[in-house]
């Protein structure tokens, strides 16, 4: 199965999952500090996504799963 962001085949993509090892530890990590981020800002999950995205400080992992969220729910 390939990962969906990025196309990795093989073992870096578990069976049943969308997205390689990499980019799904980046969704967890966006998940998870999402909480504290709607707190702090008051955004939604949209432009939370959004924000990360637009932050030059956002990494490439975390901004091309963040992408993929936006655009694929």
């Known amino acids: 199965m390939k990962c969906k962001i990025c196309g990795k085949m093989g073992e870096e993509v578990e069976e049943g999952k969308e997205m390689c090892n990499r980019h799904a530890e980046a969704e967890r990590r966006l998940r998870e500090h999402f909480k504290?981020?709607?707190?702090?800002?008051?955004?939604?999950?949209?432009?939370?996504?959004e924000a990360i995205v637009k932050n030059e400080r956002t990494?490439?992992?975390?901004?091309?799963t963040a992408t993929y969220l936006l655009q694929n729910g």
Do not use: I, M, S
């Open 36 to 49: 504290v981020w709607a707190e702090r800002t008051g955004l939604g999950w949209q432009g939370y996504l």
């Open 59 to 64: 990494g490439t992992l975390v901004k091309e």
